[in-house]
């Protein structure tokens, strides 16, 4: 679910 995560916060940066 990283791009779900990315799109909801674009700022921070996706967890490992």
């Not at 679910?1 to 490992?16: E, I, K, V």
């Amino acid at each position: 679910m990283a791009a779900l995560y990315s799109s909801n916060t674009p700022r921070t940066p996706t967890p490992p």
